[in-house]
Nanobody
Framework: QVQLVESGGGLVQPGGSLRLSCAAS????????MRWYRQAPGKGRELVAL????????NYLDSVKGRFTISRDNTKNTVYLQMNSLKPEDTAVYYC?????????WGQGTQVTVSS
């Protein structure tokens, strides 16, 4: 079955960096676009970044452009989100996502807290 397992979250000071990873299994990873979403307390889930199956095309939420970088390693079935210059407003649970035959699949999420 499809599994997405996020890791790499934690507590970081403003201006710091974190690298999130999402290990995928149960499907042909190299054939699917991958996405990172986040959900802050009391808010809806928002799309942070997307990467196509080849990695050639990426898109970002405007508020993270220039600070976050999405990448993938199709040999390791893993997608990454490098987050630099973190701000308190980046605090959220971050989720990995893919769509297979129109059905969304989600990981369990990893908490990112940006606070001094």
């Amino acid at each position: 079955q499809v599994q997405l397992v996020e890791s790499g979250g934690g507590l970081v000071q403003p201006g710091g960096s974190l690298r999130l990873s999402c290990a995928a299994s149960g499907f042909t990873f190299s054939s699917y676009a991958m996405r990172w979403y986040r959900q802050a307390p009391g808010k809806g889930r928002e799309l942070v970044a997307l990467i196509t199956f080849t990695g050639e095309i990426v898109n970002y939420l405007d508020s993270v452009k220039g600070r976050f970088t999405i990448s993938r390693d199709n040999t390791k079935n893993t997608v990454y989100l490098q987050m630099n210059s973190l701000k308190p407003e980046d605090t959220a649970v971050y989720y990995c996502n893919t769509l297979i035959a129109g059905a969304p699949y989600w990981g369990q999420g990893t908490q990112v807290t940006v606070s001094s």
